[in-house]
């Protein structure tokens, strides 16, 4: 069964950086798809960026490029969010999420497994 849990989310001011671990269980990340989204209260979610076997990384927001970067440690099973310059529109509770299907893109439908989230709360 695969699970998938957030952590690392927080509380900073805008300028500062996080970065947020997804650990995976029943899931290798070392060769699938692992992405991540975000959800702000009123707001859609949205993909913010995803990684595809540690080797094929891509941000979809773009006012994130330059500012977020994926990476994964395929010993500990875990892929990370690194954001920094963070900005007061970047809070939104982060979700990663696992694609079977490798697409590896930006739309949340073909992801089958999500994680519970982790709130980033970034303030001017």
């Known amino acids: 069964q695969v699970q998938l849990m957030e952590s690392g989310g927080g509380s900073v001011q805008a300028g500062g950086s996080l970065r947020l671990s997804c650990a995976a269980s029943?899931?290798?990340?070392?060769?699938?798809?692992m992405g991540w989204f975000r959800q702000a209260p009123g707001k859609e979610r949205e993909g913010v960026a995803a990684i595809f076997s540690g080797t094929t990384a891509t941000v979809y927001i773009d006012s994130a490029a330059g500012r977020f970067t994926l990476f994964q440690d395929n010993a500990k099973n875990t892929v990370y969010l690194q954001m920094n310059s963070l900005k007061p529109e970047d809070t939104a509770m982060y979700y990663c999420?696992?694609?079977?299907?490798?697409?590896?893109?930006?739309?949340?439908?073909?992801?089958?497994?999500w994680g519970p989230g982790t709130q980033v709360t970034v303030s001017s």
């Open positions: 999420a696992a694609d079977l299907g490798s697409r590896c893109g930006r739309r949340g439908s073909e992801y089958n497994y």
């Open positions: 029943g899931y290798s990340v070392s060769n699938n798809c």
